[in-house]
């Protein structure tokens, strides 16, 4: 079987051979398509009232078929695969999945395809009533076809994201599983009505027209049910994309992605699940989108001085999050003092290992950020109209280097906590982290108040807002108009932060690196091993 | 066929398993004997590539097993003491979906699918839910499945725990037969009686040490362990446990249940001395009796009795 014969894989011929028996998907589809039928009666009802239908019958019935659809198969491949996995691991029938012959990756993609076998039923039933739209003139046929091409892709991302579990048998019971489920499933009933109330109004804006549009189909439906779907664009250096074509190839980027953690993940618990260059891929990827949007608004009249901020905060929210999924664990990085250390040059080892503590891939994605933005942003505007002032690159360069300062000192906080406290350390950086964050902005704003709530910046206000990459970068955009807050007091905080953590860090590598040479020289093992010998830190 | 050098395995603070290096050759039967956390779990599974050690080589076939795991796949059959199936699948369809995950084409996989369920006797079952299916069928299915892709070694962490008495017996047939059949085995135990009489070579764990390896002839002979004697006689046993101590090639006389049992640590062609100048002592002997050690006096004597 090779990699690519999904239909083929062991996982998805035993799923569907399950659920065909289990569920009975001809009765269900039965069942499903009689709904389908009733949705119609009730829109044909209230089309027949004086008032009648906002919008043409057959553009409201293609649309409640389509938006039933996407949150039933998103909905479906997401549990499904959750359930799958939390149930595999919990039973520790993936300890027996793991040594067959298929590789981590077709076990994955067997689990992702797999489990929404009735989501695809589902889908299937829809499509005669979708021409049935298309003759009454709901919308072009490509817009269709484009549409269902999005609902593939979008159940298969959904299918991704539950394949995201914990791989080791968990210490709790499974029931904490269910109730973060709950949890996620009452956030989204209470915030997915405000979010399509506002949906409109968010999608004039680039920067969530660029998110809705690409991981979600709102962008699609919304502009479907005004008219015209191609009008849901996704803005990127005066492109405008149109997100029926752009959402299926971002979220089959994101499913591989998340494919490919989860499969490193299978291989080997100690491993991260992102591979640094894969950290570094990612970042580039964000950053590049950024940098086109920003592109975009500059086009649009936004100053570059001004569309940097969001820029930032768009790199900064990447670099935290590949900085969680690229961070070694403690036990990761005691592995590698174990058994890697010295055994391969120090530097690559840092750039491109799994284990060794990752500061190097913190600069590393520092840098990229700053890159990115000089060269898809900066660059295209000098090209554009003429050289950029040196006014404008003071004020450009300030938030890029603030910004990569404030990403590697948080991580370095990250990674420091991490190694030293192990799992609570994880828990105690997210913790500093947040505090960090949301802390000195809610202290400024006090600070603020007790001075008749000036907001000319300056003085303890912007020193406290300074300190917090929310507070510098969101208070930034917000007053834009006035002086804006130094980067100053986000320098001096990172490399505060940085120091600190630095240092930590060290001494427990210092002290676990002592430990371990000499368990070494118990086991009389010789410590030295090819390779040029990597000094302690 | 199985070779482990300056295995360690650290969970946390706790060390499962300390500096273990052993060889099991092709075609033997090796029996990890040691209490309930002595490491002989953490070591199946480091074998079955699902653990990663903290430090050591482990090669199956000379295939690294850290390196390429997918490549030992292939050559391991593994059975936890946790066999958990899917409950919603019949027996049949269970072997087949682990047959496909093996890569076995479809007409060898129907003919191994009804082999492995005749060696395991559930061929009546084949087409039974596998929740329907009691602990011991259960069991059955599971060894069945790590057959199912005739793996060159199998690793066994307590697969008969759970049986009924006769079932242990006919587990211990099956494992009879694949020896015959040539095939490596790693089984662990901490029921002693379970590995006696099939297990060509043992290794003693204990806190994550391994104490002794080998075949039991080795061990023995290692010990310089000569052999038991259980003698009884008519009158006082302490009179006896006195004499004896006293006697050259005599340790460790003691009374047990009324009978005198010592370990003697000489040739065997000498004990019809002994046997003479007791009975030239006065002593009425009632039966005399020479007992070779076997697995569990082996433990005992080896082992401190401590779990890690």
Redesign the interface.
């Known amino acids: ?1 090779s990699g690519w014969d999904f239909w083929n894989n ?2 998805v ?2 799923a569907m ?2 659920k065909y028996r ?1 569920g009975s998907p001809g009765l269900t589809s039965s069942a499903y398509a009689v709904a389908l039928l009733g949705i119609g009666g009730v829109l044909h009802y209230f089309e027949l009232q004086p008032s009648g239908l906002p919008i043409p019958f057959g553009r409201a019935y293609l649309l409640a078929i389509l938006a039933l659809q996407f949150a039933l198969s998103g909905g479906m491949a997401l549990f499904g695969v959750s359930s799958s996995i939390t149930a595999e691991v919990a ?3 993936l ?9 981590p990756r077709q076990i994955m993609l067997g689990k992702m395809l797999g489990e929404p076998a009735l989501g695809y039923f589902f889908a299937l039933t829809t499509i005669p009533f979708a021409v049935i739209c298309w003759f009454l003139g709901a919308a072009p046929g490509p817009v269709i076809v484009l549409l269902y091409v999005n609902l593939a892709t979008f159940t298969v991302m959904a299918a991704s994201c539950g394949l995201m579990h914990t791989l080791v048998v968990p210490e709790n019971s499974p029931q904490k599983n269910k109730g973060s489920f709950a949890g996620l499933f009452i956030m989204a009933f209470f915030m997915l009505p405000s979010f399509l109330a506002n949906s409109g109004a968010m999608l004039g804006n680039p920067w969530p027209a660029v998110v809705i549009g690409t991981l979600t189909p709102v962008a699609s439906l919304v502009q479907l049910a005004q008219g015209n779907a191609w009008d849901a664009i996704v803005p990127l250096w005066g492109l405008e994309i149109p997100s029926l074509v752009a959402a299926p190839i971002v979220q089959l980027a994101i499913a591989a992605w998340i494919v490919a953690a989860m499969s490193r993940r299978l ?2 618990t ?1 491993d991260p699940p992102l591979k640094r260059s894969r950290v570094y891929a990612a970042t580039l990827a964000v950053d590049l989108v950024a940098a086109g949007v920003c592109y975009a608004e500059y086009l649009g009249g936004t100053p570059l001085a001004e569309g940097v901020y969001r820029f930032c905060l768009a790199h900064l929210v990447a670099s935290l999050m590949m900085t969680l999924a690229g961070t070694p664990s403690r036990d990761a990085v ?2 590698w003092m ?2 890697r250390r010295g055994r391969v040059p120090a530097w690559p080892e840092r750039l491109w290992g799994d284990r060794s503590p990752a500061l190097a891939m913190y600069a590393v994605q520092a840098l990229i950020g700053v890159a990115v933005f000089l060269i898809a942003a900066w660059l295209p505007a000098s090209v554009n109209r003429g050289p950029l002032r040196p006014a404008d690159a003071a004020e450009i360069l300030p938030p890029l280097l603030a910004t990569g300062a404030f990403a590697v000192a948080l991580a370095t906080v990250f990674q420091a906590l991490v190694a030293v406290a ?1 799992k609570s350390g994880r828990g105690l950086a997210v913790f500093l982290i947040a505090m960090i964050t949301i802390l000195p902005p809610i202290i400024a704003s006090v600070v603020n108040e007790m001075h008749g709530g000036r907001q000319d910046g300056g003085g303890a206000t912007d020193v406290l807002l300074g300190i917090s990459p929310a507070g510098y970068l969101l208070g930034n955009i917000s007053r834009w108009d006035g002086p804006t807050i130094s980067a100053a007091a986000p320098l001096v905080t990172s490399a505060v932060l940085f120091a600190l953590a630095a240092l930590a860090l060290n001494s427990w590598i210092v002290a676990n690196s002592r430990t371990i040479g000499g ?2 020289a ?4 010789n410590q030295a091993a090819p390779g040029k010998q990597e000094v302690p830190a | 066929m199985i070779a482990v050098e300056h295995l360690r395995m650290e969970y946390g603070d706790n060390v499962a398993v300390e500096n273990l290096s052993l060889e099991v050759p092709r075609g033997e039967v090796f029996g990890l004997i040691g209490p309930n956390g002595a490491g002989k779990t953490t070591l199946i599974r480091v074998l079955a590539t699902l653990l990663e050690p903290t430090y050591g080589d482990v090669r199956i076939d000379g295939i690294d097993v850290l390196a390429e795991p997918l490549r030992v796949h292939p050559l391991i059959g593994y059975m936890s003491d946790f066999f958990a199936l899917y409950e919603q699948m019949r027996t049949w369809e269970y072997l087949d979906h682990f047959a496909r995950c093996y890569g076995i084409e479809r007409k060898r996989r129907e003919r191994l699918i009804g082999e492995a369920l005749e060696l395991v006797s559930l061929e009546v079952r084949r087409d039974a839910v596998i929740n329907t299916l009691s602990r011991g069928m259960r069991q059955r299915l599971c060894f069945a499945k790590s057959l199912l892709h005739e793996p060159q070694v199998l690793l066994l962490d307590e697969p008969a725990s759970g049986l009924d008495p006769a079932g242990r017996v006919e587990f211990r047939e099956m494992l009879k037969q694949l020896h015959d059949m040539g095939r490596t085995i790693v089984i662990s135990s901490h029921i002693l009686t379970e590995m006696t009489g099939f297990c060509t070579s043992i290794g003693i764990l204990e806190q994550g040490r391994l104490l002794a390896a080998g075949s039991v002839g080795d061990i023995l002979a290692q010990l310089q362990s000569g052999m038991r004697l259980d003698v009884e006689i008519v009158g006082d046993p302490a009179a006896l446990v006195g004499w004896l101590e006293s006697q050259p090639h005599v340790e460790q006389p003691s009374v047990v249940r009324n009978r005198v049992r010592c370990r003697w640590d000489a040739p065997r062609d000498q004990l019809p001395a002994l046997h003479r100048a007791l009975v030239a002592a006065g002593f009425e002997v009632v039966s005399f009796a020479a007992l070779d050690d076997n697995l569990e006096d082996i433990y005992m004597r080896i082992s401190g009795h401590k779990t890690s």
């Open positions: 079987m062991p996982l011929v035993t051979r399950l289990k039973n520790r029938t300890d027996f999945q793991r040594i067959v012959s298929l590789s291989r080997n100690l005691s592995s174990w058994r192990s368990k070494l118990a086991m009389s093992v």
